[in-house]
Structures are given as C-alpha cells and as structure tokens.
C-alpha cells in the first residue's frame, strides 16, 4: 500500500474512535442527566471540533471532515440533551 492510504487509514481510525468515544458520553447524559459534565467543556469541545473540521476542509481531508461532523453532532446533542435535562428533572 502506498503512504497516503496509510495516512488514510490511519485517520480514518482515528477518526473512527475519537468519534465513537463520545457515544458513552451522550448516552449517559440520556439515562442519568449531565449535572456532572460543565458546559464550559462542552462548548470548549464544540470549538475545538468546529476549528478541526475548518481545518480538514481547507485540506480537503475527507477523514478529517466527516469525523469531526459526526463528533460536532454528538456534541452538539449532548448540549441539547444537557439543558433539556436540566428543563425537565432527571426522571425522564
């Protein structure tokens, strides 16, 4: 295989993981509320994440793109799981 699959490859793992990592996260923001998780890291997060994905467009970097998409979905309903938590009590 050539370099750039590889490179390819390895940040479509990377990717892939850093992406699926925040599942738990979300998951538990669902089942138990996210008084345990500040929006300060959440909105720091979502930055982040919006300057990585500036960054794979300017690069056309398709892993790049479409991991930090996935990842600024997954935190952007954390966020919106987190405040309607909070709006509606824990028991839902």
Aim: net charge positive; charged share 10%; proline share 1%.
């Amino acid at each position: 295989m050539s370099l750039q699959v590889w490179v390819t490859v390895v940040g479509s793992c990377a990717g892939f993981c850093t992406t699926v990592a925040f599942i738990p996260q979300v998951w538990r923001i669902w089942k138990q509320g996210g008084d345990d998780i500040s929006y300060a890291m959440l909105f720091i997060y979502i930055l982040g994440v919006m300057l990585w994905l500036t960054y794979g467009l300017l690069l056309h970097a398709q892993a790049i793109i479409l991991a930090n998409s996935a990842t600024g979905v997954l935190v952007l309903l954390a966020l919106v799981l987190k405040r309607w938590k909070e709006g509606h009590g824990q028991g839902v």
